[in-house]
């Protein structure tokens, strides 16, 4: 079965930490994506990576940073974590072309609490 | 710049009975895959349903169908007799090009409850 994981269900973390989301896949995809899932707003797209040591921001970079020094990993940084940045993370993957059969794998998720 | 527009909030459909969720779209792109993914409340991401913008056949997957009206930009999924097990978020995504990838916009989902 193909498997993206990501290192941890729930964390909490306190104000002005540096956190860690990992993100590790076996399907040997080119693409991966980190999202931040918050009610009423959907998905939004924080970084993606289509090779190793390449990066690109998405929509709401502001107070991330990625890093991809291997092509199953994929880790999402919280440089100083603040209160704003409680949410669900999403991390996924695909190949070059997402097809009908597979679309994007998704990890299961890591719900950070930063008080 | 791409765009997904799910406007329900949240769905209420009697079990074993149909419902369509909506979704609308807009995209620059000339070719261009429309998804549905499901969400229970456990919080993974389930891919249910993909339709490429060229395909001229709408899409199925068992009880699953997209409702794909290119002309409309619209991409609606049918759920044939409802179950229990259907209550979840539903997410309507459109993957465009970008760095060489298709990178996937979401839209804000529909609540689909499913009563007995």
């Known amino acids: 079965d193909v498997k993206v994981t990501q290192s941890s269900r729930y964390l909490v973390k306190r104000t002005g930490e540096k956190v860690f989301l990992e993100c590790v896949q076996d399907?040997?995809?080119?693409?991966m994506f980190w999202y931040r899932q918050d009610p009423g707003l959907g998905l939004r797209l924080i970084y993606f990576?289509?090779?190793?040591?390449?990066?690109e921001k998405g929509d709401i970079p502001e107070g991330y940073s990625v890093s991809r020094e291997k092509k199953e990993r994929f880790s999402l940084i919280l440089e100083s974590a603040s209160t704003n940045q409680t949410s669900m993370y999403l991390c996924?993957?695909?190949?070059?072309?997402?097809?009908?059969?597979?679309?994007?794998?998704f990890g299961s998720g890591t719900r950070l609490t930063v008080v | 710049a791409q765009k997904i527009t799910q406007t329900q909030p949240g769905m209420f459909v009697q079990e074993k009975e149909a419902v369509t969720l909506d979704c609308t779209y807009d995209?620059?792109?000339?070719?261009?895959?429309l998804f549905w993914y499901k969400q229970p409340s456990s919080g993974e991401m389930i891919f249910l349903i993909y339709?490429?913008?060229?395909?001229?056949q709408n899409a199925t997957e068992g009880r699953y169908s997209l409702n794909f009206q290119k002309a409309r930009k619209s991409a609606n999924l049918v759920i044939s007799a409802s179950q229990l097990g259907d209550s979840a978020m539903y997410f309507c995504?459109?993957?465009?090009?970008?760095?060489?990838?298709?990178?996937?916009?979401f839209g804000r989902g529909t609540s689909l409850i499913v009563h007995p």
């Open positions: 996924a993957s695909t190949t070059g072309d997402a097809s009908e059969h597979y679309g994007y794998t």
């Open positions: 399907m040997d995809h080119e693409n």
């Open positions: 990576s289509y090779d190793v040591k390449m990066k």
């Open positions: 995209t620059s792109d000339p070719s261009y895959g």
């Open positions: 339709q490429g913008s060229y395909d001229q």
């Open positions: 995504a459109i993957g465009g090009r970008g760095g060489g990838s298709y990178i996937p916009t």
